[in-house]
C-alpha cells in the first residue's frame, strides 16, 4: 500500500484556511461580516465588509464573487432532513449577505459624513489581514506611514480602478483629480450594468463617499479632445491610465460592416444614459463571455446577458436570441443571469458560432449564419475552436449585437505619449508588479492592465496603482506586517442545527413585473431573518480544533464523534509528508519508537464544519477550539 501523502501545516496554514479571503483579490474578510450578521452585528459587518473596498455597496449587487466559489461550505458533504451526509452543500450567498449589510449601514440608508466617519473610526477586534483603510489612516497619523507632500495626481477614467487608486491616493495624503470622459462617473458601471442590477443612485452614494476624501472628479472631459495628454503630464506629478476597455470587438464576418449591427457595449451605454437607440424586432445576440480571461478561474457577469436582457426591455422588440459559442456548462455567464434570462423570455442556442451577417439587396440584415461548435477549449484550456461545417444554421434577425469581448481606446497618446510603449494594438507594455510604463510617472490600472477581469479586480489594481505612485512620489513603500494571534475559545458554541441549514436564496421580483418596469431592480435582497439564517451556515474558517500531542492518549474518540468524517489516526509510517516533521517537532517527534509505534492525527480542511464535537469527547482536554487572528501593521520605508 502506497503511504497518504499529507501537507504539513507552514506558517500561512491558518491564514489560507479563510479560503473567501484569500480568493478575495482585496483580502476583503468575508468571514467576519458574515459572521457578524448571524449574530445581528449589521453595522460591523458593513464596516468589515467596506474597510478595503470603496465599492462595497456595489460589490454588494454585481460582485462575480470569487470568495463564494472558495467558500469551504461548497466542498463539505451535505446533510439532508435525516441528519445523514448525501453530496456536496452549496456556498455562502456572501454577495447578497454584503449587500444586506450595506444596506444596513451603509451610503444606502445614512448620510455620506456619518459613513465616512464611521469608516475612519472603525477598528475591528477580529481582524483577518484586511487592506482597511481605517488602518492605513491610522499608521498614517502616528507617523508609521509618511503622508504625501499634496501633490496632484491626474487619473484618466472614473471607472472602479480608478476610482480606487483615486480613494487611496487621497488617504495618502495626495491630491487626485479624476477626468471622466463620459457625463456620468463610475465608468462601465454607469453606461455598462444595466440599472436592474445595479441602481444609479446606489452609485452616486458610493462615489460620494470618495468625494468626501478630497477627490475631485471632472465628467465631460475627453483627454486628447479637451485637455491633452502632453498637458496633463505637465500639470501633474504622476499620471495613472485607467480607461479600461469599453470599446467593442468585432469579429471580421462578412456582412459585419453597415447598418443593424452594433456592440453591445454600445446598446448598454445607450439605454444607460437614455440617448435615442433602435433595435429591431428580432434582436440576435452574438457571445456567451469574454474569451479573453480565465474561464477556468473566474465567473464573471459578462456582457452579453446584459445586452440581451436590456434589449428585451426595448419597445418594440419582440423576440431575442442569445447565441453563444459555449455550451451551456461553459458559459461565463452567472448561472442566475442565464436562469433570468430564460425567465425574461430570451431564446438561446449554444455551441454556435457565426460565418456571416446575411443582408438583402438594400443592404438590411436579414439573418446570422451559423456552424456548429464541437468544442471550445483544447486540453489546456485554450481558446480553440472546432467546427462542424457541414452543419449550419440561419437565425432570422434585424439587429445584431456583438458581444464579444471589448478593446481600449488610447488615440489620446499621440499628443505627450510617444514614449508609452505598446505591445500590440492599443494595449500598452506595463510592469506587473509596479503597473508603471515605459514613461516616466505614468501609470496603468484596471483592465486596461490586466485584461477585462471582474469588478473587485480593477479595485485591487486600482489601490496597488496609488501604492506603486506613493513610491514614485516620496521614495518610500508602504510595507505590512501581519501579527497572528492564536485565541482560547473556552465556550465555542454554533447555531442549532447549522450543518443542515439549506443555501437562502435571494428573492427576485417575478418575470412579469421585470419587463413592465425595465428599471425595477430583479433581486430583492434579503430580510434580516433571512440574513442571518443565511449567515449561520458559515463555518467561520477563522476558527480551528488545534491537537496537543503531549496530552493525547490516542483513544480515537475525536474520529468517532466526527459527523463528517475528517479525522483520521493512521501511524506515521502510513504518510507521506510533504515537509519535513522533524522540522516542526524535533527529532524525537517519535520519541525512542519507530514510525510504524507512532501515530498522526490527520483532518481534512475541506470537510470539518467547526462542531467542536471532537473537543467536547476529548477526555484529556488534548483539543481546544481557537480562533487565529491576523493584525495588520502598516510602515513606510
Known amino acids: 500500500m502506497l503511504p497518504l501523502k ?33 449574530e445581528g452585528r449589521f453595522e460591523e459587518a458593513y464596516l468589515i465588509a467596506r474597510g478595503p473596498n470603496p465599492f ?36 455562502i450567498a456572501i454577495r447578497a449577505l454584503k449587500r444586506f449589510a450595506c444596506e444596513k449601514a451603509g451610503p444606502d440608508v445614512l448620510p455620506v459624513g456619518e459613513v465616512l466617519d464611521s469608516i475612519i473610526d472603525f477598528e475591528p477586534t477580529v481582524a483577518a489581514d484586511a487592506e482597511e483603510m481605517a488602518s492605513l489612516l491610522r499608521a498614517a497619523t502616528n507617523g508609521h506611514v509618511v503622508k504625501g507632500d499634496g501633490s496632484r495626481v491626474a487619473i484618466i477614467g472614473a471607472g472602479p480602478a480608478g476610482l480606487s487608486a483615486a480613494h487611496d491616493l487621497a488617504l495618502l495624503g495626495f491630491r487626485p483629480t479624476v477626468f471622466e470622459a463620459e457625463p456620468v462617473a463610475a465608468g462601465m458601471l454607469a453606461v455598462g450594468v444595466p440599472a436592474y442590477r445595479l441602481p444609479r443612485e446606489l452609485i452616486e452614494k458610493e462615489i460620494a463617499v470618495i468625494e468626501a476624501l478630497g477627490v475631485e472628479i471632472r465628467c465631460g472631459v475627453r483627454i ?28 471580421g464576418l462578412p456582412g459585419e460592416s453597415g447598418p443593424g449591427v452594433i456592440g453591445g457595449v454600445d446598446l ?57 459559442l459555449e455550451s451551456a456548462e461553459e458559459m461565463p455567464a452567472d448561472t442566475i443571469e442565464i436562469v433570468e434570462g430564460d425567465e425574461e423570455g430570451i431564446e438561446r442556442s449554444n455551441g454556435w458560432g457565426p460565418t456571416e451577417i446575411v443582408r438583402d439587396d438594400a443592404g438590411r440584415v436579414t439573418g446570422v449564419r451559423f456552424r456548429r461548435c464541437l468544442r471550445v477549449y483544447d486540453e489546456n484550456r485554450k481558446f480553440a475552436p472546432v467546427y462542424d461545417d457541414k452543419d449550419t444554421r440561419t437565425i432570422a434577425c434585424d439587429t445584431v449585437l456583438l458581444a464579444v469581448g471589448q478593446a481600449p481606446a488610447l488615440g489620446f497618446l499621440e499628443d505627450g505619449g510617444q514614449d508609452v510603449e505598446r505591445m500590440r494594438g492599443d494595449w500598452l507594455k506595463v510592469d506587473r508588479d509596479t503597473l508603471s510604463t515605459t514613461a516616466p510617472g505614468v501609470f496603468v490600472t484596471g483592465d486596461l492592465a490586466h485584461g477585462t477581469r471582474l469588478l473587485i479586480d480593477a479595485v485591487a489594481s486600482g489601490k496597488a ?36 441549514i439549506r443555501r437562502v436564496e435571494v428573492p427576485t421580483i417575478e418575470p412579469a413585473e421585470r419587463l413592465e418596469h425595465p428599471e425595477k431592480v430583479v433581486e430583492i435582497g434579503f430580510s434580516p431573518a433571512e440574513a442571518m439564517r443565511e449567515a449561520s451556515r458559515c463555518l467561520d474558517c477563522g476558527v480551528t480544533p488545534v491537537f496537543d500531542g503531549n496530552r493525547c492518549v490516542l483513544c480515537g474518540g475525536c474520529a468517532d464523534v466526527c459527523p463528517t468524517e475528517c479525522l483520521k489516526l493512521i501511524s506515521l509510517d502510513a504518510i507521506e509528508p510533504d515537509a519535513d516533521i522533524s522540522e516542526m517537532f524535533g527529532d524525537d517527534a517519535c520519541g525512542d519508537g519507530e514510525a510504524a509505534e507512532c501515530s498522526a492525527i490527520l483532518k481534512d480542511e475541506d470537510r470539518c464544519i467547526r462542531c467542536a464535537l471532537c473537543a467536547v469527547r476529548c477526555p484529556v482536554d488534548a483539543i481546544t477550539m ?10 513606510s520605508k
Open 56 to 91: 462595497a455597496s456595489i460589490c454588494g449587487r454585481i460582485c462575480g464573487a470569487p470568495c463564494e466559489i472558495a467558500c469551504r461550505r461548497g466542498k463539505i458533504p451535505k446533510v439532508n432532513d435525516d441528519g445523514k451526509f448525501v453530496g456536496q452543500d452549496r456556498p
Open 626 to 635: 481557537e480562533r487565529v487572528t491576523f493584525q495588520t501593521q502598516w510602515s
Open 465 to 500: 496603482a496609488a501604492r506603486s505612485v506613493y513610491h514614485y512620489l516620496t521614495g518610500r513603500k508602504i510595507e505590512r506586517e501581519i501579527v497572528k494571534t492564536h485565541v482560547v475559545l473556552d465556550r465555542y458554541r454554533r447555531e442549532r442545527g447549522y450543518e443542515s
Open 224 to 251: 486628447g479632445r479637451d485637455i491633452s495628454f502632453a498637458q496633463l503630464r505637465k500639470d501633474f506629478a504622476a499620471v495613472v491610465i485607467a480607461v479600461g476597455a469599453k470599446s467593442s470587438r468585432g469579429l
Open 6 to 38: 499529507i501537507h504539513v501545516p507552514d506558517s500561512d496554514y491558518h491564514k489560507n484556511l479563510i479560503s473567501c479571503q484569500v480568493a478575495c483579490p482585496v483580502h476583503t474578510d468575508a468571514r467576519g461580516y458574515v459572521r457578524a450578521i448571524a
Open 268 to 324: 448598454l451605454r445607450a439605454v444607460s444614459l437614455s440617448e435615442p437607440f433602435e433595435a429591431g424586432d428580432s434582436v440576435v445576440v452574438i457571445g456567451g463571455g469574454n474569451v479573453a480571461y480565465d474561464v477556468a478561474r473566474s465567473v464573471v457577469r459578462q456582457i452579453a446577458f446584459d445586452a440581451a436582457r436590456t434589449a428585451a426591455r426595448l419597445a418594440g422588440t419582440t423576440r431575442v436570441h442569445l447565441v453563444s
